[in-house]
């Protein structure tokens, strides 16, 4: 039977530290007041006896957990299988590990996981949340809201859309995706394109909402080039993008360039042209949106497409989180999306990106 191997504790630091009990304590658990050369001491004495602090107890000192839900609306077939929920996750875990916090990953399948998941933030397990890819009839945000946990959301809230301003009390990042749509389709337009459809995303979500606006903007400005027919449903995937591209030959056989609203839209969509024998450029331009470097880069041929900093935007969630909660739980509830509070959403720019599809 193997013997179990006694854990270093707190007592057994203060004693090589030559400091008290307590001293030890504030130092481990962050607090202030201990002189720098104390300090050193302890930390060394840490290094030395390889002390690992209990996290249940620190956390009844500190009020914190070093620990953040990133909860994304999707179900896990869907968000193992596209390249961007990969860069975002990505980016918020970088930021996250740079802060010494562990990343915990909550997905929804269905209606029942929403409760789940709520009852899970109000259980006290994490300092804050993450939550991403909402729909517009998502319950989540209202379930957080209830569970009164500090939130940053990913893209613009779905509860403002109507009004097209933020919420005054959440807190949000997502990109320029109107600038960024109307640019693509001002791009394709300036090579004489005139029969420019769209291929949307999911238009329950504001992402889609926001490029399809973009779309309008840009075909607007040129006397006929809008026709209705020359817009199809798709839902951000590859299938879904094979799906509106028949759909849209079918309608319009005529139609010269697409903007797909995103890459993995654009990518299902030349597949299509490629079995209709359709050329591309030559005979019908395409565009999509995210540069995701897996995808856009690999297409045949290279796909023009707008860049967004996917990975820049997961950072910059966790770190706007972070910050609020630096300043312990009344001020991360202040700002960072409790009721009442004063919001703040930030958009990144973004940039087309010109490669041989268009």
Request: net charge neutral; charged share 25%; proline share 6%.
């Amino acid at each position: 039977m193997t013997e179990a191997v006694s854990r270093p504790t707190l007592e057994a630091v203060a004693a090589r530290a030559g400091v008290s009990r307590a001293t030890v304590s504030r130092v481990v658990n962050g607090g202030d007041g201990v002189r720098a050369p104390l300090a050193e001491r302890v930390r060394r004495a840490v290094e030395e006896l390889g002390y690992v602090p209990n996290q249940a107890a620190r956390s009844l000192v500190t009020r914190r957990h070093d620990a953040v839900a990133v909860v994304v609306a999707e179900p896990e077939t869907r968000v193992f299988a596209d390249p961007f929920f990969a860069l975002q996750l990505r980016g918020i875990g970088k930021e996250l590990t740079a802060h010494d916090n562990q990343l915990v990953l909550l997905l929804t399948e269905g209606r029942a996981d929403h409760t789940r998941v709520a009852r899970y933030l109000a259980g006290g397990h994490v300092d804050g949340a993450l939550v991403f890819s909402l729909h517009l009839d998502d319950p989540l945000p209202g379930l957080i809201r209830d569970a009164g946990v500090p939130t940053v959301f990913g893209g613009r809230p779905h509860w403002s859309a109507d009004t097209g301003a933020p919420d005054p009390g959440v807190v949000y990042v997502d990109c320029d995706n109107r600038g960024g749509a109307r640019a693509a389709v001002r791009h394709l337009l300036d090579l004489g394109r005139r029969r420019v459809a769209h291929l949307t995303g999911a238009l329950d979500q504001t992402s889609a909402v926001d490029r399809l606006d973009g779309y309008r903007d840009a075909v607007a400005e040129v006397p006929g080039a809008y026709d209705p027919r020359l817009v199809v449903e798709g839902d951000f995937t590859p299938a879904g993008g094979e799906r509106a591209m028949r759909e849209l030959l079918a309608r319009c056989p005529d139609v010269d360039a697409v903007f797909a609203a995103n890459d993995l839209t654009a990518l299902g969509a030349l597949r299509v042209l490629r079995e209709a024998g359709r050329r591309v450029p030559e005979d019908v331009a395409v565009a999509g949106f995210d540069d995701m470097a897996p995808v856009a880069e690999q297409t045949d041929p290279p796909l023009t497409t707008v860049r967004q900093d996917i990975e820049g935007m997961g950072r910059l969630m966790a770190r706007l989180l972070l910050e609020g909660l630096s300043g312990g739980r009344d001020r991360a509830r202040t700002t960072a999306g409790a009721p009442g509070a004063r919001g703040k959403g930030v958009i990144l720019p973004t940039t087309l990106i010109r490669r041989a599809s268009a």
